[in-house]
């Protein structure tokens, strides 16, 4: 998707060890999002971001934390990895709080981590 | 507390009959309103939302949704489905209050039937 990309697109890990997933983005928007999409869930909130080092807490969030040291970068840490966390991952990026902005949430394609 | 409702895990249509796929939302307030669309091995993208003013909003590829305040509901609508409107759909939603996140439903899989 434009302007936003995540690496890795797929990663298997081991349970136990730390993981990080990268969201990039060229729109210099303001927000970031990271969300996790589980059948018969849709998407959940992990954490977001409204600024350089300024983040918080979304409703799922226990086991991850993330960092924002540039406008552009948004880290997604999983301490150590549980199978539980085996799921597909999106970043997403926004110019205001509320999506309304433009086109609302810009997303990117995906990251999807297997937990073994 | 907000929450958003998508009843059909699935809907089937045939290629050319009108389709809707159903979104009900609770939220103090009025709210803001959105539809996304999924594509396989892809994010989301946008299609439309619904801020204020009319009720009948138009978006992306030919889809619109109508919001009713009285039934909580914001449909997706489409005159003529297209066999590549096959793709998985979510409603979300998202109240005024500073701190309100947006919420999205589990998503509802449109099958389109040539």
């Known amino acids: 998707d434009a302007g936003i990309t995540q690496s890795p697109r797929h990663k298997v890990t081991e349970t136990g060890t730390p993981v990080t997933l990268r969201c990039h983005q060229t729109?210099?928007?303001?927000?970031m999002y990271w969300y996790r999409q589980d059948p018969g869930h849709g998407l959940r909130l992990i954490h977001y971001?409204?600024?350089?080092?300024?983040?918080d807490k979304g409703e799922v969030s226990d086991g991850y934390s993330v960092s924002r040291s540039k406008t552009e970068d948004f880290l997604l840490t999983l301490e150590s990895a549980t199978s539980s966390q085996t799921s597909v991952y999106f970043c997403?990026?926004?110019?205001?709080?509320?999506?309304?902005?433009?086109?609302?949430?810009?997303f990117g394609s995906g990251t999807r981590l297997t937990v073994v | 507390a907000q929450s958003v409702a998508q009843p059909e895990d699935q809907v089937n249509v045939a290629e050319g009959n009108p389709l809707t796929v159903k979104c009900t939302y609770s939220?103090?307030?009025?709210?803001?309103l959105f539809w996304y669309v999924q594509y396989p091995n892809r994010g989301l993208q946008f299609l439309l939302k619904?801020?204020?003013?009319?009720?009948l909003v138009k978006g992306s590829y030919g889809f619109e949704a109508e919001f009713n305040k009285s039934q909580t509901s914001f449909h997706l609508k489409k005159p003529s489905a297209l066999v590549s409107d096959s793709a998985l759909y979510f409603c979300a939603v998202r109240g005024l209050n500073r701190d309100d996140k947006i919420i999205f439903g589990k998503g509802t899989r449109l099958h389109i039937l040539p």
């Open positions: 729109e210099n928007h303001r927000y």
């Open positions: 939220v103090s307030g009025n709210p803001y």
């Open positions: 997403a990026i926004s110019d205001a709080l509320t999506g309304t902005g433009g086109d609302g949430y810009t």
């Open positions: 971001s409204y600024g350089v080092k300024d983040t």
């Open positions: 619904y801020i204020t003013g009319d009720n």
